[in-house]
Nanobody
Framework: QVQLVESGGGLVQAGESLRLSCAAS????????MGWYRQAPGRQRELVAT??????????NYADSVKGRFTISRDNAKNTVYLQMNSLKPEDTAVYYC?????????????WGQGTQVTVSS
């Protein structure tokens, strides 16, 4: 069983920065993707960024809306993924969820954290 615990959300003004952290426990494999999704009121949950560890390198993927402003990173020794959010905009306001995708040859399962609120005021 995998558990994900997020931290780092809060209330900031437009243009400021926040750093989210997600600590994973349980059976975690670095080759499986970890990432961040967000859900604003009245909207569907959407991908923010994901990261997968390969041999000697990490591979990151970002939503177009956050490219150049957000950076995802991963510390496999600590089973922790981070999201550095710079130049925040009011439209970034949402609940941010950590995600771990458990992928095997036969199954694919998503684990989710409880979510952390990010509010950006204008």
């Amino acid at each position: 069983q995998v558990q994900l615990v997020e931290s780092g959300g809060g209330l900031v003004q437009a243009g400021e920065s926040l750093r989210l952290s997600c600590a994973a426990s349980g059976k975690i494999f670095s080759v499986n993707p970890m990432g961040w999704y967000r859900q604003a009121p009245g909207r569907q949950r959407e991908l923010v960024a994901t990261i997968t560890s390969g041999i000697g390198a990490n591979f990151a993927n970002y939503a177009d809306s956050v490219k150049g402003r957000f950076t995802i990173s991963r510390d496999n020794a600590k089973n922790t993924v981070y999201l550095q959010m710079n130049s925040l905009k009011p439209e970034d306001t949402a609940v941010y969820y950590c995600n771990y995708k458990e992928v095997t040859s036969a199954t694919r399962y998503d684990y989710w954290g409880q979510g952390t609120q990010v509010t950006v005021s204008s």
